[in-house]
């Protein structure tokens, strides 16, 4: 036998044995792979039909409040908050349960509810927004200390000018002006020159300005 064929045949026979010896696990191995891609198909179906079906009911609580039917699209919120805890339909749903308390002077239960969807909210930018509605509901309580502290939990990059903002609300509030001043020309400096707010936030800024002026 030729060096070549036999070094051939010595390659056959070491992959004939290592194969007699792994054969199981190399099995096993190609079974649990296709396991594995199947069921994460199978879970990202079961995703996408969760999904389908927090926004079906979503939508429901969305027609149950323009149809006036809050006792209904409060049942419907709380199905959203039970079932699909984890999807953002139920965030926007007890975001909205929320708006509808504070409308209602309701606002520790608003508190209550945002600090919910807050909690829930897998998205970045999704619990920042909650976040900058806490201050709002916590400024609205006179407690400017707790939201200057949900303020800092934003991070820097969520919402810039409301968050600059509204710190600058919640420093008058406190009787802070030279800070108020410096958190409005840092909101002012991120919006844009066509956005709708800086006007309102021009006259914030005038507004100190005259005040600071009396107390002069």
């Known amino acids: 036998m030729a060096f070549e064929e036999y070094d051939k045949y010595e390659q056959s026979e070491l992959v004939q044995k290592w194969l007699r010896d792994n054969g199981v696990s190399i099995i096993v191995g190609i079974a649990i792979g296709l396991v594995g891609i199947f069921g994460w198909q199978q879970w990202r179906n079961h995703q996408a039909r969760n999904e389908g079906a927090a926004s079906q009911l979503y939508q429901q609580v969305q027609i149950a409040h323009a ?3 809050p006792d209904a699209a ?3 919120t709380d199905q959203l908050m ?3 805890a984890k999807s953002p339909y139920a965030v926007f749903a007890v975001s909205d349960r929320a708006r509808q308390q504070v409308q209602a002077k309701q606002l520790d239960k608003a508190e209550a509810s945002l600090e919910w969807a807050e909690s829930h909210a897998a998205d970045q930018a999704l619990k920042s927004l909650t976040l900058l509605r806490i201050a709002q509901v916590e400024l609205a ?3 400017g200390k707790a939201a200057l502290s949900t303020l800092d939990r934003i ?3 969520g919402y810039k000018g409301l968050v600059q903002e509204l710190r600058g609300d919640v420093l008058v509030k406190l009787g802070r002006s030279d800070d108020a001043r410096k958190a409005y020309q840092t909101a002012l400096s991120v919006l844009g020159e ?3 707010q800086r006007g309102a936030l021009q006259m ?3 507004d100190l300005a005259v005040a600071g002026k009396q107390g002069a």
């Open 67 to 69: 149809s006036g039917k």
């Open 74 to 76: 409060s049942q419907l």
């Open 82 to 84: 039970k079932d699909y």
């Open 141 to 143: 309580r006179d407690n």
């Open 155 to 157: 991070p820097a990059d």
């Open 194 to 196: 066509e956005a709708p």
């Open 204 to 206: 914030k800024l005038d």
